[in-house]
């Protein structure tokens, strides 16, 4: 089945006069249940091209939900999920993969038995006939995270949790998605390398990739996004530009506890 082609959103300008970024990822009004529950209420948000968009919210909220539904692990009973301007509300996981979508879900999942470079080689597997695009990418990932590189022969299990995390992000971006999604990089990791890692999350849509950020740790997501959205029992409660939302009373008070 291939992804049908739909009209990708029409961007107004913004207060400079200059259109904004192409919308990579577009959710429009999406119900989603399981089984008999609903678990997400007329949903929609945006994911631009350059940003990271993080989404916010208590466990529980919805959040991992719909990393699921972009995914392709659940399918919307109503709405639509479009990418890049197709529409893949009935795309196979597989497809949305080889589409540009990467993923990268909690606790890691790096494969212990295998070697850092084998790790990340395994991330590039949708592209691996691309031999030198996938040595550019290779260079492109040591340069993000040097001591991937320095430890390139060690097997994945003995890494750090910090390692871990930047290993599976790495892996993610071997494939060079339009699209990286972060499901709670933060989990398990200490404060102070969680500061450094969402630097460097930064630092990777600064490069041009887009990222969308599903975090509990809405003060560290919210102070690297460019744009965010609360999500409250599976609807979104409150979006806006990031900056905003952290100096926003309810935001600070129910999340960042101030």
């Given at each position: 089945m291939e992804l049908a082609t739909a009209q990708p959103p029409v961007a107004a300008a913004d207060s400079t006069g200059r259109p904004p970024a192409l919308v990579v990822l577009d959710v429009r009004a999406v119900d989603v249940y399981y089984g008999q529950a609903q678990v997400l209420f007329g949903l929609s948000?945006?994911?631009?091209?350059?940003?990271?968009?993080?989404?916010?919210?208590?466990?529980?909220?919805?959040?991992?939900?719909?990393?699921?539904?972009?995914?392709?692990?659940?399918?919307?009973?109503?709405?639509?999920?479009?990418?890049?301007?197709?529409?893949?509300?009935?795309?196979?996981?597989?497809?949305?993969?080889?589409?540009?979508?990467?993923?990268?879900?909690?606790?890691?999942?790096?494969?212990?038995?295998?070697?850092?470079?084998?790790?990340?080689?395994?991330?590039?597997?949708?592209?691996?006939?691309?031999?030198?695009?996938?040595?550019?990418?290779?260079?492109?990932?040591?340069?993000?995270?040097?001591?991937?590189?320095?430890?390139?022969?060690?097997?994945?299990?003995?890494l750090s949790g910090g390692e871990q995390q930047m290993l599976a992000i790495g892996r993610g971006l071997m494939s060079s998605p339009s699209l990286l999604l972060l499901d709670e990089p933060s989990m398990g990791i200490s404060p102070k390398l969680t500061t450094g890692l969402f630097t460097d999350i930064r630092r990777i849509a600064d490069t041009g990739r887009t990222v969308m950020l599903v975090e509990q740790n809405a003060y560290a997501a919210l102070g690297i996004a460019d744009h965010g959205y609360v999500l409250e029992n599976g609807r979104v409660a409150l979006e806006g530009p990031a900056r905003q939302l952290m100096h926003d009373d309810y935001v600070r008070q129910t999340y960042l506890g101030a």
């Open positions: 948000l945006q994911v631009r091209r350059g940003q990271v968009v993080a989404v916010i919210g208590a466990n529980g909220a919805g959040k991992s939900t719909v990393l699921n539904l972009v995914m392709g692990r659940l399918r919307a009973a109503t709405g639509g999920v479009t990418l890049n301007g197709e529409t893949i509300a009935q795309a196979s996981t597989a497809q949305i993969v080889s589409g540009g979508v990467a993923c990268v879900p909690q606790r890691r999942r790096i494969f212990p038995t295998l070697t850092v470079l084998e790790n990340l080689e395994v991330g590039g597997y949708v592209r691996r006939k691309d031999k030198a695009g996938m040595a550019r990418t290779l260079d492109e990932v040591y340069a993000l995270f040097p001591v991937l590189k320095s430890k390139s022969p060690m097997l994945g299990g003995v």
